[in-house]
């Protein structure tokens, strides 16, 4: 069970992400698909650290796959057999660091990379690890 200050954490870092993913959406909107999928990376990364938290670990790195493995891994969350939800914390990776700089990707800069449909999946994937780590914490959607 966590203590009232890893319980304070986990929710803190679970704000963090709700922000991020409020701002992917408003950033979709407003046609900043880069900008919008680099912040749904960040709220899936938050939401999973929360979760991590919540069970007094220190979690580090910036890989939403990498940080899904560990609390596989730990025994704080039993997902089904099929690789989804790993497969779409991938995705999300892959917009960690190339939609931030102009030179992340050959000849183009991030707005000329991302469309609206990879903003759309970033933001709808961003949304499920949100939920995940509602139910982890015993959060209700906020």
Not at 30 to 56: P, R
Not at 88 to 109: K, Q
């Amino acid at each position: 069970m966590a203590t009232e200050k890893t319980k304070q954490e986990a929710l803190r870092w679970l704000r963090a992400a709700r922000d991020d993913l409020k701002t992917a959406a408003i950033l979709h909107d407003a046609a900043q698909y880069a900008h919008s999928c680099f912040h749904a990376q960040q709220a899936a990364e938050k939401a999973l650290k929360s979760i991590l938290y919540h069970h007094d670990q220190d979690p580090w790195g910036h890989s939403a796959a990498k940080l899904l493995d560990e609390l596989q891994r730990q025994g704080f969350l039993s997902l089904p057999k099929d690789a989804t939800l790993h497969d779409r914390a991938l995705v999300l990776d892959r917009f960690y660091v190339p939609t931030l700089y102009p030179n992340g990707l050959p000849d183009l800069s991030p707005d000329e990379a991302y469309s609206s449909a990879d903003s759309s999946a970033a933001v709808g994937y961003a949304r499920e690890f949100l939920t995940l780590a509602e139910e982890a914490l015993g959060q209700a959607s906020g």
